[in-house]
């Protein structure tokens, strides 16, 4: 594996725990991915490719070892701990090192949103499919439909979209989603929304990596005293059972004809 010049990412301290927030979106979408991946017909003969893979916390839910890419070195460092048996590449998204029709899946997950020209990968993701095979984007959020309630957290919502907007990111990616992979020549199978959190149940340490996240993306935009402010409105309103979190985070299924 050798180093590449990453694509802007999140400006995060260094120390924080990706791993940890990486696992804690997946959790998110574990059960749309164990539906998908029954549907296609996932075993461990099928050759497959997660693009965007990080730390690997989606890799290491698979029981076969799917090929991961990724443009950070030190990501696939720590994905090669967590799934030990996946086939690891730093490479760029735009420029995918393999063959073409190399694969039967190619999926990703939280990666559009950080791309420049995220139609540009997606081409290259159909491209390394082969004929019958499947091109997925398991969860690409759209903040700019987030719902949060009580109203005095709405404020919430618009320092996030903007703190991702800072950092390069699109947080609108997901609703435009099936527009790009229609445009790339996909043919769309199916495409649907679900939800991060919706009146989940308070729980401390998942509501502790959610803001350790928010605080490291805040932190030098927004003052200490109203960040501070708004985290306590934050855990008396989930304590209280008051709290509604929406963010539509989309995905979409794709096969080449
Ligand atoms: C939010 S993380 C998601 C990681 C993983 N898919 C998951 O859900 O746990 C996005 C990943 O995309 C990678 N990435 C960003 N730009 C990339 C590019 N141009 N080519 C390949 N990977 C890229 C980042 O290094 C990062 O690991």
Same mark, same amino acid.
């Given at each position: 594996m050798t180093a590449l010049t990453p694509t802007p990412l999140p400006n995060k #301290?260094?120390?924080?725990q990706w791993h940890q927030r990486y696992q804690q979106q997946a959790n998110w979408t574990r059960e749309l991915r164990e539906y998908i991946f029954n549907e296609i017909g996932l075993t461990e003969e099928s050759r497959a490719l997660e693009v965007?893979?990080?730390?690997g916390a989606i890799l290491s839910t698979i029981d076969s070892p799917v090929y991961g890419l990724d443009i950070q070195l030190a990501s696939l460092k720590e994905a090669q701990i967590h799934a030990p048996t996946s086939p690891l590449t730093c490479a760029n998204a735009f420029s995918l090192p393999y063959a073409d029709a190399s694969f039967e899946i190619v999926f990703c997950h939280?990666?559009?949103?950080?791309?420049? %020209?995220?139609q540009d990968a997606i081409k290259e993701m159909l491209r390394v499919t082969r004929a019958g095979g499947y091109i997925i984007a398991f969860a690409e959020p759209d903040y700019t439909h987030r719902v949060d309630k009580?109203?005095?957290?709405? #404020?919430l919502g618009a320092w996030q979209r903007d703190a991702l907007k800072r950092q390069? *990111? %699109?947080? *609108?990616m997901g609703a435009d989603l099936a527009e790009l992979f229609y445009g790339a020549g996909i043919e769309i199978v199916e495409t649907g929304a679900i939800s991060n959190? #919706?009146?989940?149940?308070? %729980?401390t340490e998942e509501w502790a990596l959610e803001w350790a996240t928010l605080e490291a993306d805040l932190a030098g935009n927004i003052s200490d005293e109203r960040i501070l402010k708004m985290k306590s409105l934050d855990k008396l309103a989930w304590e209280n059972g008051e709290r509604i979190l929406y963010v539509p985070t989309h995905y979409i299924r794709g096969a080449r004809g």
């Open positions: #301290e260094r120390g924080f965007g893979c990080g730390t939280f990666l559009l949103l950080w791309l420049p %020209n995220p009580p109203a005095a957290l709405a #404020e390069g *990111a %699109n947080p *609108a959190a #919706e009146h989940e149940p308070f %729980n």
